[in-house]
């Protein structure tokens, strides 16, 4: 079993659309999660930490479910900009900043 | 600011040859990553440092592979002899601190294709 596992799409939806990615780790202990966001051809960038509590950021939402090793991310109204790879991302020791990414879902989003 | 540096972009060679990819991590981060990406395996750690000192290089595939940090602003990942397989992107990054949560950033990539 992989350590992190994503559905790998794509999806595709049109401008406004809400969307939403679920993604699975395997390491009960891991510590730390984060969404990166890679475009065609470029490197991966940092979207956002994954709270406890679930956090916000515009119109970005993750959730973590530490009972089920489940995260997800949301996407509100959809733009043509967000159109992308999300790689969900895992630190499984807590210690030293050692991170297992996921293969990455794609999204594509159309007018 | 600068951001993570990494040469070449683009490199062509032949099954055989020696391939030396070059990294400079941002100043003042401490922790240096070697990541590999392919269609097929995705993202792949393949080695780190802290201070210069490797740290994991448990991702390191064979043999062929060798990473130096010989300071703080320069790291290189040498291939030889390169085999077709090793066709990937190879990605740099760099952060600061010990903590778990603090951010990664990455170079553009080396992109190498093993003829």
């Known amino acids: 079993r992989k350590e992190v596992e994503q559905d790998p799409g794509p999806f595709n939806v049109p401008e406004g659309a809400t969307v939403a990615f679920n993604c699975t780790y395997s390491n009960s202990a891991s510590q730390s999660f984060f969404w990166y966001r890679q475009d065609c051809r470029k490197e991966p960038k940092l979207l956002m930490s994954?709270?406890?509590s679930g956090n916000e950021d515009g119109r970005f939402t993750a959730q973590l479910n530490r009972a089920s090793q489940y995260i997800s991310l949301l996407i509100r109204d959809s733009k043509l900009s967000d159109s992308a790879t999300y790689l969900c991302?895992?630190?499984?020791?807590?210690?030293?900043?050692?991170?297992?990414f996921g293969a990455g879902t794609r999204l594509a989003v159309h007018p | 600011d600068a951001g993570v540096i990494q040469s070449p972009r683009h490199e062509v060679t032949e099954m055989g040859q020696e391939v030396t990819l070059r990294c400079k991590p941002i100043?003042?981060?401490?922790?240096l990553f070697w990541y590999r990406q392919t269609m097929m395996r995705g993202l792949e750690l393949l080695i780190y440092f802290n201070n210069n000192v490797p740290i994991d290089d448990s991702g390191m595939p064979e043999d062929r592979f060798s990473a130096k940090m010989p300071n703080a602003s320069f790291s290189t990942l040498k291939i030889q002899p390169s085999e077709p397989r090793d066709s990937a992107v190879y990605f740099c990054?760099?952060?600061?601190?010990?903590?778990?949560?603090?951010?990664?950033?990455f170079g553009e990539g080396s992109w190498l294709t093993v003829v």
């Open positions: 990054a760099s952060s600061f601190g010990v903590y778990s949560g603090n951010t990664i950033y």
């Open positions: 994954v709270y406890s």
């Open positions: 100043s003042g981060h401490d922790y």
């Open positions: 991302v895992v630190n499984p020791s807590g210690g030293y900043n050692k991170l297992i």
